[in-house]
């Protein structure tokens, strides 16, 4: 893969998307100071706090679920301070560490051919990419209770993946060789412990690897094994928790209502062909991939064909990639008879960007290989240009920018709400009212109080304050 040649408009072109890619994790940082807790925060606080680290994990693992690395860092993290001032921190901490492993893979595929900075641009492509097309901001980086569960997952899964890949391609040593095994062994036992959805797509991956490379006879395949062996593992110790029993018991005595089976089995495949023809409608996804497809053609070709001819077999990573998405999908039908909540659907959608650009790659050269116009720096510009007004338009950014007033206000109006229950309980109160919010802000805001006191949210808070109740009354 040679180094593109860049001309000065190419280069006025990515200075501009640059800027863009600055700007809005920036965006998105600044709304992290406006951020507050809320629903399940409260309850882990207050249990860290009654029963300590170590009780904690076990009341957790025997009553609620066994996301044992979820568990263990969601505690650690009520313990570290006052939850109202540290809570700005983590989103900030997720969207940069979304950008550094995404750039950590980008750099581990391309092997040493694209410079630093040109890494760095890619990877906040892809990174404003993912923030333009997750279902809910708010539960994939700002309320800790989506965060913790499947952000973490997904920036260590794509550091994972960055491992997988050196360990196949550049790794020559026995010294590396090790050093990968066991970040990569840290990093599938701590995402098999955060949920379940990124717990079955690290199983699939590492078992079609290790199929592959035993198929294959690769020297690797030890590793392969044993990065699988490890993954069953962690899979029982998660799958097996008591908890997990406790909490499923739970959905036939909660108040939400529920499709019944063969209704949930009818809506699965129309309602999961719709969330991809809706990711499907974000212009940057086509640009970006059209860019891509240019610029590697000849790396592409070397690999794609043999003595001129297309390798059918490539189609076969396409059809995995669909297949994938469509099982992870059907695990919200088949245990809740509904879709994946948004904050789980974040690990889907990463998968979909991570499928997306190989495959589109694979199936353009099955289709028109020979006719992929060649070093057409106009169709690459005008793509890019593409690529930064979308990156700039997309609804999840635009509702970010409206989000800076709305948040501010937001902000003014829970530092309130806090004052006001503190207040309450030196007066003595137990039942406590609070006032409602006046607007929300999207991005970031994930839920709120309800006006029964019995809603989990409700006693989440009430726990926390060591009050009777806690209730929602209406504005100020």
């Given at each position: 893969?040679?180094k593109p040649k860049?001309?000065?408009?190419d280069?006025?072109?990515?200075?501009?998307?640059?800027i863009?890619?600055i700007?809005?994790?920036?965006?998105?940082i600044?709304l992290?100071?406006?951020n507050?807790?809320?629903?399940?925060?409260?309850?882990y606080a207050?249990?860290?706090?009654?029963l300590?680290?170590?009780g904690?994990?076990?009341?957790?693992y025997?009553?609620?679920?066994?996301?044992?690395?979820?568990?263990?860092?969601?505690?650690?993290?009520?313990?570290s301070?006052?939850i109202?001032?540290?809570?700005?921190?983590?989103?900030?901490?997720?969207?940069?560490?979304?950008?550094?492993?995404?750039?950590?893979?980008?750099a581990r595929?391309?092997?040493g051919?694209f410079?630093?900075p040109?890494i760095l641009l890619?990877?906040?492509?892809?990174?404003?990419?993912?923030i333009a097309g997750?279902?809910?901001?708010?539960q994939?980086?700002?309320?800790?209770?989506g965060?913790?569960?499947?952000?973490?997952a997904n920036?260590?899964?794509l550091?994972?993946?960055?491992?997988?890949?050196?360990r196949?391609t550049?790794?020559?040593?026995?010294?590396?060789?090790?050093?990968?095994?066991?970040?990569?062994?840290?990093?599938?036992?701590?995402?098999?412990?955060?949920?379940e959805?990124s717990l079955?797509?690290?199983?699939?991956?590492?078992?079609g690897?290790?199929?592959h490379?035993?198929?294959?006879?690769?020297?690797?395949?030890?590793?392969?094994?044993?990065?699988?062996l490890?993954?069953a593992?962690?899979?029982?110790?998660?799958?097996l928790a008591p908890?997990?029993?406790?909490?499923?018991?739970?959905f036939?005595?909660?108040?939400q209502l529920?499709?019944?089976s063969?209704?949930?089995?009818l809506?699965?495949?129309?309602?999961t062909a719709?969330r991809?023809?809706?990711w499907?409608s974000?212009?940057g996804?086509?640009?970006?991939?059209l860019?891509l497809?240019?610029?590697?053609?000849?790396?592409?070709r070397?690999?794609l064909?043999?003595?001129?001819?297309?390798?059918?077999?490539?189609?076969?990573l396409?059809?995995?990639?669909?297949?994938?998405?469509f099982?992870?999908?059907a695990?919200?039908?088949?245990?809740n008879?509904?879709?994946l909540?948004?904050?789980a659907?974040s690990?889907?959608?990463?998968?979909f960007?991570?499928?997306?650009?190989p495959?589109?790659i694979?199936i353009?050269?099955?289709?028109?290989?020979?006719k992929?116009p060649l070093?057409?720096?106009?169709?690459?510009?005008?793509?890019?240009?593409?690529l930064i007004i979308s990156?700039?338009?997309?609804?999840?950014?635009?509702?970010?920018?409206k989000?800076?007033y709305r948040?501010?206000?937001?902000a003014q109006?829970?530092?309130?709400?806090?004052?006001a229950?503190?207040?309450?309980?030196?007066r003595?109160e137990?039942?406590?009212?609070?006032?409602s919010?006046?607007?929300?802000?999207?991005?970031f805001?994930?839920?709120?109080?309800?006006?029964?006191?019995q809603?989990?949210?409700?006693?989440c808070l009430?726990?926390?304050?060591?009050?009777?109740s806690?209730t929602?009354g209406?504005?100020?």
């Amino acid at each position: 893969m040679d180094k593109p040649k860049l001309f000065p408009a190419d280069k006025i072109l990515l200075g501009v998307l640059a800027i863009v890619v600055i700007a809005v994790p920036t965006l998105f940082i600044v709304l992290s100071f406006f951020n507050y807790p809320s629903a399940d925060d409260f309850c882990y606080a207050a249990k860290a706090r009654q029963l300590g680290f170590i009780g904690a994990q076990a009341f957790w693992y025997e009553n609620w679920s066994g996301r044992y690395t979820l568990n263990l860092v969601w505690t650690a993290f009520m313990l570290s301070g006052d939850i109202f001032q540290i809570y700005r921190f983590p989103p900030i901490a997720l969207l940069l560490s979304t950008w550094l492993s995404t750039c950590f893979l980008i750099a581990r595929i391309v092997r040493g051919h694209f410079s630093t900075p040109l890494i760095l641009l890619l990877g906040g492509v892809g990174t404003v990419l993912f923030i333009a097309g997750v279902p809910d901001p708010a539960q994939t980086f700002y309320w800790l209770g989506g965060s913790f569960t499947y952000q973490i997952a997904n920036i260590l899964f794509l550091f994972l993946l960055g491992l997988l890949i050196w360990r196949e391609t550049t790794a020559d040593n026995n010294g590396l060789r090790i050093s990968i095994f066991f970040l990569s062994s840290l990093s599938v036992i701590t995402i098999i412990g955060l949920n379940e959805i990124s717990l079955l797509l690290t199983d699939a991956i590492l078992c079609g690897g290790a199929l592959h490379a035993v198929w294959l006879r690769r020297d690797s395949r030890a590793f392969w094994l044993a990065l699988l062996l490890i993954a069953a593992g962690a899979t029982i110790i998660s799958v097996l928790a008591p908890g997990n029993y406790q909490r499923y018991v739970g959905f036939e005595h909660d108040a939400q209502l529920r499709p019944a089976s063969w209704l949930a089995a009818l809506l699965y495949l129309p309602w999961t062909a719709l969330r991809l023809l809706y990711w499907l409608s974000n212009v940057g996804l086509w640009a970006s991939a059209l860019i891509l497809l240019v610029t590697t053609f000849h790396f592409a070709r070397a690999r794609l064909y043999i003595a001129g001819k297309f390798k059918r077999s490539w189609l076969a990573l396409p059809v995995l990639w669909i297949t994938t998405l469509f099982m992870l999908n059907a695990i919200g039908f088949l245990i809740n008879k509904y879709p994946l909540p948004e904050r789980a659907e974040s690990v889907v959608w990463l998968l979909f960007l991570l499928g997306w650009y190989p495959s589109f790659i694979i199936i353009a050269h099955f289709l028109i290989g020979d006719k992929i116009p060649l070093n057409d720096r106009h169709l690459v510009r005008s793509a890019t240009v593409l690529l930064i007004i979308s990156l700039l338009g997309t609804p999840d950014i635009f509702e970010a920018y409206k989000d800076v007033y709305r948040g501010y206000r937001y902000a003014q109006e829970m530092h309130e709400r806090v004052n006001a229950i503190q207040a309450a309980k030196i007066r003595g109160e137990t039942k406590i009212i609070v006032s409602s919010l006046s607007r929300p802000p999207r991005t970031f805001f994930a839920t709120d109080l309800a006006t029964d006191p019995q809603n989990p949210r409700n006693r989440c808070l009430s726990q926390y304050y060591e009050v009777e109740s806690i209730t929602l009354g209406p504005p100020e």
